[in-house]
């Protein structure tokens, strides 16, 4: 493999988020979306599914984060399963909060923000739905379905129509699926092409949408192609969060081996990226000043 790109195996950590009160986003994030609270204490809360962590939460906010900063538009948890999504898209009926709900095709979302402001996607991926993918010569994208029908990719998901693969029984699971992971973080962003200078050509993603048309850009890695996004639908209208808002703090790269931390190390140096190491950990930051850390698996 080439070791300038990421390896397939690559995948996205645990995601830290910075919020203004942690009892109030508990409600969101444990009580309605079903997290497990894995560990807290008065500054923090650890939340996850299947005994790993998924998200932790951070006190010390002083503001929401506003609509159309830059800075995390959201952080995409995927189920492995339809019947996960219903059961979410049941307890978020429940809870009464104001959620919304997508189809984009290559998979079906649920969106809901929690007090902090932070953005939240609860995904089912359906790759199996697309044809094709069509980039007219003016960067609009097309998303072509099997039964060669054109989407947008943004329609509305029939809710009530995930909630019948629930069934009559009226059983809701109260908890996140334990297969449930990290799939993708989506920001907002000034500069995507600057981003994607770093994103692809230093830590070695794959690019996938790059349209400025569109309004997003995105990079994953051979088996998942959309891990880290960044849009620009703000245009005009995006600014900088304010001074102590909630919002990200960072998010974590899992890489498959110390062989392929190494390389990454030494692109970063060549591109003169301040970075830190420590043993088998990469702290760094993305040229909008996004932090993320780069871990082995397993560690």
């Known amino acids: 493999m080439d070791e300038r790109l990421l390896s397939p195996v690559t995948r996205l950590g645990p995601v830290h988020l910075r919020v203004t009160d942690v009892p109030a986003d508990l409600n969101v994030w444990r009580d309605a979306l079903g997290l497990a609270l894995l560990g807290e204490d008065a500054n923090m809360a650890e939340l996850g599914a299947g005994g790993r962590t998924l998200i932790v939460l951070h006190a010390g906010a002083e503001a929401p984060l ?13 189920t492995t399963s339809r019947r996960d999504l219903a059961h ?27 007090p902090s402001g932070n953005g939240i996607e609860i995904c ?9 993918r069509e980039v007219s010569p ?20 029939d809710v009530s129509g995930l909630l019948r693969d629930l069934g ?8 996140m699926a334990q297969d449930a992971f990290i799939g993708h973080i989506h920001l907002r962003a000034r500069a995507p092409e600057m981003l994607m200078k770093f ?36 245009r005009d209208d995006l600014r900088e969060p304010p001074p102590g808002a909630a919002g990200l703090d960072h998010f974590t ?10 390389a990454v190390e030494r692109r970063l140096k060549a591109a003169d990226t301040p970075m830190k190491r420590d043993g088998r950990v990469i702290s760094t930051a ?7 850390r780069l871990v082995v698996q397993g560690d």
């Open 66 to 78: 506003p609509q159309k900063s830059r800075d995390l538009f959201h952080v995409a948890i995927h």
């Open 88 to 114: 979410t898209a049941a307890r978020l009926k429940a809870s009464g909060l104001r959620y919304s709900a997508q189809d984009h095709l290559i998979s079906e979302s649920l969106y809901v923000s929690d």
């Open 124 to 132: 089912f991926d359906t790759p199996e739905r697309l044809l094709r």
């Open 138 to 157: 003016n960067g609009r994208v097309a998303l072509i379905a099997t039964d060669g029908s054109a989407h947008s990719g943004i329609e509305p998901l």
């Open 168 to 175: 009559n029984s009226g059983n809701i699971e109260p908890k």
């Open 199 to 234: 994103y692809l050509g230093v830590l070695g993603f794959r690019p996938h949408i790059q349209s400025r048309t569109f309004g997003m850009f995105d990079c994953g890695t051979e088996r998942r192609t959309h891990m880290v996004a960044f849009n620009i639908w703000a």
């Open 253 to 262: 790269i899992e890489l498959g081996s110390v062989q392929e931390l190494d």
């Open 286 to 292: 993305d040229p909008e000043g996004n932090r993320l």
